[in-house]
């Protein structure tokens, strides 16, 4: 299990002229349509309590109006709630002076946004290295450190060119740089790629998991798009009306959903991206000669069984046999629908 890097613990966001006066309402039952029609409130955030680990990508996902992105701007206080704690290693950034919250901002944690935020009338080299410069950090070395990482995005050529002469997904890739050259052990990312075409989306999202198997970052990633979540996430959280819904695994999300709510969500996925062998493996070991990692995906595995003309294969984690999958388990779990509540699971 890894280190918990940030903890969100019973948070609430409510909107409007007393909202404090308004959290026993909501802890008493009070849906976000009575909290409006009857106090003229929002709740934005509903007893949020989410353990993000280090070093992992935690995805938060729902539709218009979950309270995805206001949940986001809690984490480096961009918006003050209303009630809860916000930590990270273990420290209250709710508690924070305004000292040490600049201070948190400019160190600690980064924000790649869905517009870009880019600062129209400086070129890229100077974008990227605008968190160094106001840490206050000499201009070469500023200009040496962002090098790196325009370098590390594929911008190589365009350090002088203005965000007006670039492409969407090239100030996109301005954006991630910039977050990345201030070091900060947290990546904020709201939206970050919603804005660009399918496949300038894809092209970013493999730019991300690339520079993450090297970097190791916590990284928090708002989205709305599922397949999104699921090709990125170590961990997803699905918000709705301001409260958490499910959170677990991509596994665990598409195996066994919480609720119809998510159920909807998955319902068109492509099973055979998203499941391993893992999950759907059995007891017992394959004398077919054929292994598989067991983060291998269905969508892997199967054509590498076909190939080997076999109907099973042993399941390997760090070199170890821990179970065997057939070619009816795996099938089984492209064509059976996720369960309703109170099914049996047959799966791991």
């Not at 209303?82 to 160190?107: H, I, K, P, Y």
């Not at 040496?144 to 090239?170: C, H």
Request: a negative charge.
């Amino acid at each position: 299990m890894s280190d918990i890097k940030v903890s969100i613990k019973n948070l609430y966001k409510i909107f409007g002229s007393n909202p404090k006066s308004m959290v026993q309402h909501v802890e008493n039952g009070c849906s976000k349509a009575d909290l409006l029609a009857n106090h003229k409130h929002v709740l934005g955030l509903n007893n949020v309590n989410i353990n993000i680990p280090a070093r992992q990508i935690q995805v938060i996902m729902g539709l218009s109006g979950s309270g995805k992105s206001t949940l986001i701007r809690h984490f480096n206080r961009l918006i003050e709630p209303t009630a809860g704690q916000v930590l990270v290693d273990g420290e209250d950034v709710l508690s924070m002076s305004e000292d040490q919250l600049r201070d948190f901002r400019r160190n600690k944690m980064s924000m790649v946004f869905q517009k870009f935020a880019l600062l129209p009338h400086r070129t890229v080299i100077d974008n990227v290295s605008f968190g160094l410069k106001i840490k206050g950090l000499p201009v070469e070395e500023q200009h040496e450190r962002a090098q790196k990482w325009i370098d590390r995005v594929g911008l190589t050529g365009f350090e002088q060119n203005y965000p007006a002469q670039l492409s969407g997904g090239m100030q996109q890739r301005v954006g991630l740089a910039r977050a990345l050259a201030t070091d900060a052990d947290i990546l904020l990312m709201d939206e970050a790629f919603s804005a660009l075409d399918p496949l300038i989306r894809n092209d970013m999202q493999d730019i991300l998991l690339k520079l993450q198997d090297e970097l190791h970052k916590t990284i928090i990633f708002i989205t709305h798009d599922l397949d999104e979540a699921l090709r990125i996430g170590d961990n997803i959280v699905i918000l709705r009306d301001g409260a958490v819904i499910q959170q677990g695994a991509p596994q665990e999300i598409v195996l066994d959903p919480a609720d119809d709510y998510v159920r909807d969500f998955i319902k068109d996925i492509n099973r055979a991206r998203v499941l391993n062998v893992e999950s759907v493996m059995e007891e017992g070991t394959s004398d077919s000669g054929l292994s598989f990692a067991s983060t291998t995906t269905l969508e892997e595995a199967l054509p590498a069984m076909a190939a080997a003309n076999v109907t099973s294969a042993n399941v390997e984690q760090d070199g170890t046999v821990i179970g065997m999958v057939t070619l009816n388990d795996m099938i089984g779990g492209i064509a059976r629908p996720a369960r309703h509540e109170g099914e049996g699971v047959t799966y791991r």
